[in-house]
């Protein structure tokens, strides 16, 4: 999984949603998944969205162990999808 680098927007905003719905219940903040996005570089690892994802909920005193646990399993399922399926189809709700 470290060795893994998201590339385009779409599969990283879709890496950010699929671990903050399935690990953290946090499917409806669209901000949060924002101001994880600007604590990421142009081509994070999987282990950088984690990372980024939890120190926002725990700036935000939102983050518990069990979760934080929980979303590298949610990601590590998530990498297994085919690339096609990671950046070209959306995982978020429409709005």
Excluded: K
Excluded at 41 to 69: K, M, S, Y
Aim: overall charge negative.
């Amino acid at each position: 999984m470290t060795q893994t680098r998201l590339h385009t927007e779409n599969e990283i905003d879709n890496a950010i949603y699929a671990v903050l719905c399935a690990a953290f219940c946090e499917d409806d903040e669209e901000e949060l998944r924002r101001v994880v996005r600007l604590r990421l570089p142009e081509e994070p690892t999987p282990g950088q969205i984690v990372d980024a994802i939890c120190a926002e909920l725990r700036w935000r005193g939102r983050l518990f162990f069990e979760e934080q646990r929980r979303a590298v399993h949610v990601l590590s399922a998530f990498l297994d999808l085919p690339v096609s399926e990671r950046e070209d189809v959306s995982l978020m709700a429409v709005v």
